[in-house]
């Protein structure tokens, strides 16, 4: 027996001889309980006490003041923005990890995947040593003359938009990664042969037959800068991002009942941003790692 012939996966009829009788659905009842019992419970003692602490009023006082709503707005500009950042800087990255190939390319795919190997407090801790006003930026700035003044790189919000792009970056890049490598080469033979520059079928061909990956990263690095907390609580100050609103009611001003209501309002906003999004990209396209 070959070597291949080992690592190909087993066909369905085969799964149906190995497994038993009654199936092998036990095998999910493990991560079920967990979801169950560390993502449901909680989720509906969120609910419940949105509802009944002290009453529904609680959804009621969000729209009482213009504080939270426009917090919400400035929340969704912000995760916007820093999507439209991770896409302009992690498609030329991506499409350069396509296009090595080799050591180079995997390490370009490592550089991607070194960020998730430290822990997110400490990296973002650690653009406070370059943003600060003595950091390392305003110091090399004022040294070369180039300006006469530390420039406020945090405590703002241009420091919640820099920390959370290079923290969100790769959630952009490894969706485009699979989708370049889905790619047929032959069609950029078929372009050139109708005439077209290398320029144009780039535009015309590559480019449209990776929008899958295009929207997944979009999507996935959005729904997750909605509900960012601590780069914008190090890095922003006192910046109105929604979770540091949710954060001050629970932990400041103990009013559990209006901060689990602000948390299913957020919790409503990234679910209904999931459904128009899973109108027009699979949802499983953006952990699809493709094939080369």
């Not at 969706?175 to 032959?186: Q, S, Y």
Request: glycine share 8%.
């Amino acid at each position: 027996m070959t070597f291949r012939a080992v690592a190909e996966p087993i066909s369905a009829q085969g799964w149906k001889i190995l497994a038993p009788r009654w199936g092998v659905g036990w095998l999910v009842v493990p991560a079920a309980a967990f979801i169950l019992v560390f993502f449901f419970v909680p989720l509906a003692v969120m609910v419940e006490r949105s509802l009944f602490d002290p009453s529904p009023a609680n959804y009621l006082k969000f729209f009482e003041s213009a504080v939270y709503p426009r917090a919400l707005m400035f929340t969704l500009w912000m995760a916007g923005l820093v999507t439209a950042l991770c896409l302009l800087l992690g498609f030329p990255y991506a499409y350069l990890t396509y296009r090595l190939a080799g050591k180079w390319q995997w390490l370009l795919i490592v550089l991607v995947l070194l960020p998730f190997w430290s822990s997110l407090l400490v990296r973002t801790y650690a653009w406070t040593i370059l943003l600060r006003d003595s950091g390392l930026i305003n110091w090399s700035l004022l040294n070369l003359g180039l300006i006469e003044r530390p420039l406020k790189l945090m405590g703002n919000s241009l420091g919640i938009v820099i920390g959370m792009t290079h923290v969100l970056l790769p959630f952009m890049v490894l969706p485009l990664i699979a989708a370049m490598r889905r790619f047929d080469e032959n069609l950029h033979l078929a372009a050139s042969g109708l005439g077209a520059s290398p320029l144009v079928a780039f535009w015309r061909v590559f480019v449209p037959l990776c929008m899958p990956g295009v929207l997944a990263g979009c999507l996935l690095v959005f729904v997750l800068a909605v509900g960012f907390y601590i780069t914008p609580a190090i890095l922003g100050g006192r910046t109105a991002f929604f979770s540091l609103l949710i954060v001050m009611q629970v932990n400041k001003l103990l009013d559990f009942g209006f901060g689990s209501a602000l948390g299913v309002v957020l919790l409503a906003v990234v679910l209904i941003a999931i459904a128009l999004g899973s109108r027009v990209v699979r949802l499983e396209s953006m952990f699809d790692q493709g094939r080369g």
